[in-house]
């Protein structure tokens, strides 16, 4: 089964700092990963994603992530927070060979950048 | 482009009504996605479709919620009877061919009193 952890509920972290926002994954073959961006009273907006190639993927904003099949990990990244990055951010996966499938999602880690 | 377009973006109703949630995907998007947001449970999916057909209803809670998609450009969920513990933030999604990622619309809140 396809499963996607987001270990921390809550990333505080002061503005200018680097920022980390964890995710492990599990799937049966390879994954395309996912990281989605959620602010108050708003849709989830795409951040960017992992499918095959360089291990490092740059999004929005800034972000980006790294894919790290050993661990099965795709930690988002920036390297100097903003008060406005502060939002809900959800880290999502599929296996690579179920097309047609839903993304499974995890719990969301919500993140807030003090000034 | 509009993007996903959902209607009505908030909905007050009193338990025992039906309620009726819409969506429009983005054209030419072949894949259909139901969610339901809350503080408790997270982001739930609840059904999906792959071009117009209904794929896997598993996290549907019960039957009093059922979901269409009559053709490509829109969708509705459709509670009946409402109770409290459906209030909740319902998104919709969509897909493109390529199978990656979800592009999703703004939301209806809903509140059942």
């Known amino acids: 089964a396809q499963s996607v952890a987001q270990p921390e509920d809550q990333v505080n972290v002061a503005e200018g700092n680097p920022l980390t926002v964890k995710c492990t994954y599990s799937?049966?073959?390879?994954?395309?990963l996912f990281w989605y961006v959620q602010y108050p009273n708003r849709g989830l907006q795409f951040l960017l994603k992992y499918i095959t190639g360089d291990n490092l993927v740059k999004g929005s904003y800034g972000f980006e992530a790294e894919f790290n099949k050993s661990q099965t990990s795709f930690h988002l990244k920036k390297p100097s927070a903003l008060v406005s990055d502060s939002a809900l951010y959800f880290c999502?996966?599929?296996?690579?060979?179920?097309?047609?499938?839903?993304?499974?999602f995890g719990k969301g880690t919500t993140l807030s950048v003090s000034s | 482009d509009a993007g996903v377009i959902q209607s009505p973006r908030h909905e007050v109703t009193e338990m025992g009504q039906e309620v009726t949630l819409r969506c429009k995907p983005i054209?030419?998007?072949?894949?259909l996605f139901w969610y339901r947001q809350t503080m408790m449970r997270g982001l739930e999916l609840l059904i999906y479709?792959?071009?117009?057909?209904?794929?896997?209803d598993s996290g549907m809670p019960e039957d009093r919620f059922s979901a269409k998609m009559p053709n490509a450009s829109f969708s509705t969920l459709k509670i009946q009877p409402s109770e409290p513990r459906d209030s909740a933030v319902y998104f919709c999604a969509g897909r493109g061919q390529d199978h990656n990622e979800q592009f999703f619309g703004p939301g209806t809140r809903l509140t059942v009193l």
């Open positions: 799937v049966s073959g390879n994954p395309y």
């Open positions: 999502a996966v599929r296996e690579a060979n179920q097309a047609g499938t839903a993304l499974i």
């Open positions: 054209s030419g998007h072949n894949s």
């Open positions: 479709f792959n071009n117009n057909v209904p794929i896997d």
